[in-house]
Nanobody, 124 residues
């Protein structure tokens, strides 16, 4: 499956952005999907995960209450609505996916598929 992310950009502190990730290819399989990010000089970190049906969501503690992950399976697309952005949210954001046959816990350390990143810059 191929993943392509959209929606990055520049925003001031407290602002909002919405990232989208469109999946193509073998989308007849069902996938858990989510987002990671990597700030300059730091390791890539988990941000949010949504299971294949959309019934369960998981977040990194630092984004809970500010970010919302959702999906539209008819469009093979997952979204990350980011509100109340902080300068520490500045990073390259990556979309990721794994078949729902994998344990969810595996997503945190090693999703099967990655998209190219999209830059999010938050300035004060």
């Amino acid at each position: 499956v191929q993943l392509q992310a959209f929606g990055g950009g520049w925003v001031q502190t407290g602002g909002s952005l919405r990232l989208s990730c469109a999946a193509s290819g073998h989308t007849d399989s069902t996938y858990d999907m989510g987002w990671f990010r990597q700030a300059t000089g730091k390791e890539r970190e988990f941000v949010a995960l949504i299971n294949w049906s959309g019934s369960s969501t998981y977040y990194q503690d630092s984004v809970k209450g500010r970010f919302t992950i959702s999906r539209d399976n008819a469009k093979n697309t997952v979204y990350l609505q980011m509100n109340g952005l902080k300068t520490e949210d500045t990073a390259v954001y990556y979309c990721a996916a794994q078949p729902n046959s994998r344990p969810l816990r595996q997503f945190y350390t090693g999703p099967d598929y990655w998209g190219e990143g999209t830059q999010v810059t938050v300035s004060s």
